[in-house]
């Protein structure tokens, strides 16, 4: 069956898309800064209001809205635009800004901008040659040489994502992996670090009275005539200058001890919090979720290293092979196409407002750990290029966990493309990543005892 919607729907909703990205950028990326090049504020809120359109495009191919030659030219629309931004005006104000940010090119900051983009794009075309990523019959300024590359960069940024998040999640959540902390242990660490700031306060006060006297010395030394008197200027002044060099450098360890002292107090204090959260409802529910997805993290893992090792590609959805092996199993009369067209929208919608709240809150995270009034600029474009990039190939990935029938234009639309390819490089690249994080988070979570014990 088909949904009817007006024409103009999707225009709408990309002029909405559009503002939830402008008000994002206002109240989160751009809260503690100026806005002086509002380029980069129209750039990211096109790079999001498209890369989100796409996402609605998908759900509308499920639920049948609009007629088939609308959608095929929306997807069109929408692809050639975000590919657009993504190859040609993102990686050009990206190198213009930084060029901009350099006194010596600014004066030829467009020439010098206009290199770093050629630059870029060499490597961009490059990319493409050790992957088996499109047929060699495709024009070189076909969709799909553009697409295969942009797919490429995207699906290794999500399979990194998905990798640490899988492992990250669950020792997050999971309360069995918290430090054991008492009041004891956080009172003697700040006992600790009072010490030593008074050990710091005290040195420092032997700095200003070494100074003052070398001062008052050398003014009465300067009173003295003769060669006796010179000589001995000359060795009070090197005898001082090697106590201050000394306490000086005592001073320096001791800070930063101190800033270790108030690191470990800080983080202390953290897990202390996160126990008592733990006791509550909501805690022991995250804490539920946790084992949940340390399960499904498992399972992942395994799923990944059979794929890769039988270099296997699901080719139905899975919401559809799940149903049928149900069915088959329970052996009931049920409408597998009906429901799997029901329950994937259902699940897609999941995954794409997921997809959408998770990587908004990695980005906001990392802006604000890195930027500054210089780099935000440059920052918030490279931002929009990752972003725009993990939007389409979660397109490209999110084809398999439709039905067969819904494929049809998003294939046509992508083009020729060997899909099976970007589900083994993600399996491979999530594979590696969740390795790495589990060594990662485990040689974490065995140093911090030493290092408090250190303490």
């Not at 060594?439 to 014990?453: D, R, S």
Request: net charge positive.
């Amino acid at each position: 069956y088909v949904i009817l919607c007006p024409p103009h729907y999707s225009h709408l909703t990309q002029v909405l898309f559009f503002g939830f990205g402008w008000l994002f950028f206002m109240r989160q990326l751009f809260k503690d800064y100026e806005v002086r090049q509002y380029v980069v504020q129209v750039v990211f809120s096109v790079t999001f209001a498209f890369s989100c359109t796409m996402f609605e495009l998908i759900i509308f191919e499920i639920l049948g809205a609009l007629n088939s030659s609308s959608r095929y030219f929306h997807w069109k629309l929408n692809l050639y635009v975000i590919l657009l931004v993504l190859i040609f005006v993102v990686p050009f104000y990206i190198g213009y800004f930084v060029v901009s940010n350099i006194r010596l090119l600014q004066r030829q900051r467009l020439l010098f901008a206009c290199m770093v983009w050629f630059t870029f794009m060499y490597f961009f075309w490059k990319l493409g040659d050790p992957f088996p990523i499109l047929s060699p019959k495709h024009g070189i300024l076909s969709i799909e040489q553009l697409i295969s590359r942009v797919g490429v960069i995207g699906v290794t940024l999500m399979a990194l994502l998905s990798g640490f998040g899988a492992v990250n999640c669950p020792y997050t959540y999971m309360s069995y992996f918290l430090r054991n902390v008492t009041d004891s242990d956080i009172l003697a660490l700040e006992r600790r670090l009072l010490q030593t700031m008074d050990m710091i306060v005290s040195k420092k006060k032997r700095i200003a009275m070494t100074r003052r006297q070398m001062y008052q010395r050398g003014e009465d030394q300067n009173k003295q005539t003769g060669f006796w008197g010179m000589i001995k200027s000359v060795t009070s002044t090197q005898t001082g200058s090697e106590n201050l060099s000394l306490i000086q450098q005592e001073v320096d360890a001791l800070e930063e001890l101190s800033r270790q002292l108030f690191l470990e107090t800080v983080d202390l204090q953290a897990t202390k919090e996160r126990i008592e959260y733990s006791k509550t409802f909501q805690g022991k529910y995250f804490n539920f979720l946790g084992y949940f997805f340390s399960i499904y993290c498992v399972w992942k893992i395994f799923m990944a290293t059979i794929n890769i090792v039988f270099d296997r590609v699901g080719k139905t959805d899975p919401v559809t092979r799940g149903i049928e092996i149900t069915v088959n199993y329970l052996g009931i009369q049920f409408d597998v196409k009906f429901w799997s067209q029901h329950i994937s929208f259902i699940l897609v919608g999941i995954i794409i407002v997921t997809s959408i709240r998770g990587l908004l809150i990695t980005l906001t995270k990392f802006f604000c750990a890195i930027s500054s009034s210089k780099s935000s600029n440059v920052i918030v474009l490279v931002l929009a290029q990752i972003m725009g990039m993990y939007f389409v190939s979660s397109v490209l990935l999110m084809r398999m966990s439709m039905p067969l029938e819904y494929r049809s234009i998003v294939t046509e639309v992508l083009g020729e493309l060997q899909f099976n390819f970007y589900h083994r490089w993600f399996d491979v690249i999530f594979l590696v990543s969740a390795l790495s994080s589990i060594l990662f988070l485990y040689l974490a979570h065995k140093q911090a005892p030493e290092k408090h014990m250190a303490l």
